[in-house]
């Protein structure tokens, strides 16, 4: 269970802790330009515009976020200033770019956009008025830096749309592997990357923003917990994924169509930046130090979890990025920086290749029953 009050010292936050590098426009550039050959990949073999990640969804859900009550001052920053509700979307994913079946078995991840958020807007979304955080379902990223992350695309970039039989026998061994390191107590996250992630329930796992953003006047990683009991009971529960190409996307809207779901949203505030740093997102940052502590409150009702109207809506018309939201939320880091250009990039092409009109939501009345 989260820790209700966040360590006594900690780091503030101030503009010079995120100053460019450089050469980080032209990695910046360098990392869009191969994202942007995943989309035009998958666009020319399919004819849709898809995301150069997390093309798959598996969830689709209306929510509802509740900012608790009482915050200490530390944590109420933001859009979490003040007790209040907003009305949520949530989608659910799997991070390939290509529609693959899910007996691929990849990092699972949710983004959440958050409807009606007042407030001073980062630049790109000043016409907006949502709030969007992206997670995955692991504390670190996989790259040190910008350039170890574009040596890590260029393989997926080329691979992309190719050989789907095979990469299902790459990603059985690569279960059996990863089942093997963790009966012996490890863990690889690139074996995960590469196909090995167990066949876990999408619902029962935990979320990390894994990268930092701004809270205020401090620095923060999220993390989103299910804290349901029928959520938290599909915790480490296998899906039986060679059952049905969309496994996952089965399970989930068969989980929504009995009950509901309720998670919390947690911030670990950074202590100082030694051994919390901004720039070395392979650093998981210590519980023991800093807990992670309750912000919010996300529930969802019983509901279509996913179908091929909420698809269009959400999938075809609506992008997410930490770079839609508030200044007091701006993403830090090199590789968030490095993110802006790609998801920009790649939103616009979704924009220009669609076939559904592309808008940012004011209502939960643009995601259809």
Same mark, same amino acid.
């Given at each position: ?10 780091? !503030? ?7 460019? /590098? ?18 035009? +990949?998958?666009?020319? @073999? ?29 944590? #109420? ?41 007042? /407030? ?10 949502? !709030? ?24 997926? $970039? =080329? ?6 039989? %095979? ?37 029962? &796992?935990?979320?990390?923003? !894994? ?30 994924? /060679? *059952? ?6 089965? $399970? ?11 998670? &919390?949203?947690?911030?670990?505030? %950074? ?8 720039? @070395? ?14 912000? =919010?409150?996300?529930? #969802?009702?019983? !509901?279509? *979890? ?5 698809? #269009? ?7 997410? %990025? ?22 920009? +990039? ?13 808008? &940012? ?9």
């Amino acid at each position: 269970m989260a820790r209700s009050t966040p360590p006594a010292s900690l780091q !503030q936050y101030h503009a010079s802790l995120d100053t460019p /590098g450089p050469d980080e426009a032209q990695t910046a550039q360098d990392i869009a330009e191969v994202m942007l050959q995943i989309a035009q +990949t998958t666009w020319q @073999n399919g004819g849709r515009a898809l995301r150069s990640v997390h093309a798959k969804s598996h969830g689709l859900l209306k929510a509802e976020l509740q900012v608790i009550e009482g915050l200490p001052a530390a944590l #109420a920053q933001g859009m979490f200033s003040k007790p209040a509700i907003y009305p949520a979307l949530m989608r659910f994913s799997t991070t390939p770019g290509d529609l693959l079946s899910d007996k691929v078995s990849t990092p699972r991840g949710v983004a959440i956009k958050v409807l009606g958020v007042e /407030g001073e807007r980062l630049e790109g979304s000043e016409e907006a008025t949502t !709030q969007d955080f992206i997670m995955v379902n692991g504390p670190q990223f996989i790259a040190r830096n910008g350039k170890a992350f574009l040596r890590s695309l260029k393989p997926l $970039a =080329a691979s992309t749309d190719k050989a789907p039989r %095979s990469k299902r026998g790459l990603s059985a061994l690569l279960r059996g592997t990863e089942a093997l390191l963790e009966a012996m107590g490890g863990k690889s996250a690139k074996l995960r990357s590469m196909g090995g992630e167990p066949p876990h329930h999408i619902l029962g &796992e935990t979320f990390f923003s !894994q990268l930092p953003l701004r809270h205020g006047q401090y620095i923060a990683k999220l993390q989103l917990v299910p804290v349901a009991p029928e959520l938290i009971a599909l915790t480490g529960a296998r899906v039986e994924i /060679g *059952a049905s190409d969309t496994a996952l996307r089965d $399970a989930v809207v068969e989980y929504f169509r009995h009950h509901g779901g309720q998670w &919390e949203l947690r911030a670990q505030l %950074s202590t100082d930046l030694e051994h919390m740093p901004i720039d @070395n997102p392979t650093v998981e940052w210590n519980e023991e130090d800093s807990p992670f502590v309750t912000l =919010a409150r996300l529930s #969802a009702g019983p !509901q279509t *979890a996913w179908s091929p109207a909420r698809s #269009a809506a959400v999938d075809d018309g609506m992008g997410f %990025s930490p770079w839609h939201g508030l200044q007091a939320h701006r993403p830090l880091g090199e590789l968030m920086r490095l993110r802006k250009l790609s998801y920009e +990039t790649s939103q616009r092409f979704r924009a220009q290749h669609g076939t559904t009109t592309w808008r &940012e939501p004011v209502s939960l009345d643009d995601l259809p029953d």
